[in-house]
T-cell receptor, first 115, second 115 residues
Framework: DAKTTQPNSMESNEEEPVHLPCNHS???????IHWYRQLPSQGPEYVIH???SNVNNRMASLAIAEDRKSSTLILHRATLRDAAVYYC????????????????FGQGTILTVHP | DVKVTQSSRYLVKRTGEKVFLECVQD?????MFWYRQDPGLGLRLIYF???????EKGDIPEGYSVSREKKERFSLILESASTNQTSMYLC??????????????FGPGTRLLVL
């Protein structure tokens, strides 16, 4: 499985933008880039995913480098509720048959948001 | 909203006991997963199921079995609990429908302590 590298921790102030980086230099052409986050005492929740183009949704934006070897999750205005562990995951494109689309979680980035 | 529920948030069992962890999803998803989460090791896939009565081993199936008799329910069984199975257990589900299949939905987790 292709690996991702993220900083162990980052800090931000409330209402400021946050840029969470992820390196994935061994990404294959069919790997999707997924981001999940895990709030304290909860299961992970989906944030966003993309393949080649930048993506936006109500939670965040995902900026993908042109060579796809890195990506950045952007929280436009951090709130205290965004304090969580953020996981960058490469997911192989769903294959036929047992299309379980395995997610391999790394250590993630612990985001601390200061009031 | 998709809901994945797990039967217990906290569980204490003794070594050698048979333990059942239950997971139910309400979105008619084909795929269901069991992970365990440990400090420093991240989330690791134990078993998954892509259909009723179908199951596949994940990365760490030893000491566990699973059952999926109904589409909405996926059970994780510890035949004879051991102290090294003390962990946070997370259930997840995912659709096979194109356009919806990129997101895994996680339950809140069961924190199991084996004494």
């Amino acid at each position: 499985d292709a690996k991702t590298t993220q900083p162990n921790s980052m800090e931000s102030n409330e209402e400021e933008p946050v840029h969470l980086p992820c390196n994935h230099s061994t990404i294959s052409g069919t790997d999707y880039i997924h981001w999940y986050r895990q709030l304290p005492s909860q299961g992970p929740e989906y944030v966003i995913h993309g393949l080649t183009s930048n993506v936006n949704n109500r939670m965040a934006s995902l900026a993908i480098a042109e060579d796809r070897k890195s990506s950045t999750l952007i929280l436009h205005r951090a709130t205290l509720r965004d304090a969580a562990v953020y996981y960058c995951i490469l997911r192989p494109q769903t294959q036929g048959g047992t299309s379980y689309g395995k997610l391999t979680f790394g250590q993630g980035t612990i985001l601390t948001v200061h009031p | 909203d998709v809901k994945v529920t797990q039967s217990s948030r906290y569980l204490v069992k003794r070594t050698g006991e048979k333990v059942f962890l239950e997971c139910v999803q309400d979105m008619d998803h084909e795929n269901m997963f069991w992970y365990r989460q440990d400090p420093g090791l991240g989330l690791r896939l134990i078993y998954f199921s892509y259909d009723v009565k179908m199951k596949e081993k994940g990365d760490i199936p030893e000491g566990y079995s699973v059952s999926r008799e109904k589409k909405e329910r996926f059970s994780l069984i510890l035949e004879s609990a051991s102290t090294n199975q003390t962990s946070m257990y997370l259930c997840a589900s995912r659709s096979d429908i194109i356009g919806l299949s990129e997101t895994q939905y996680f339950g809140p987790g069961t924190r199991l302590l084996v004494l």
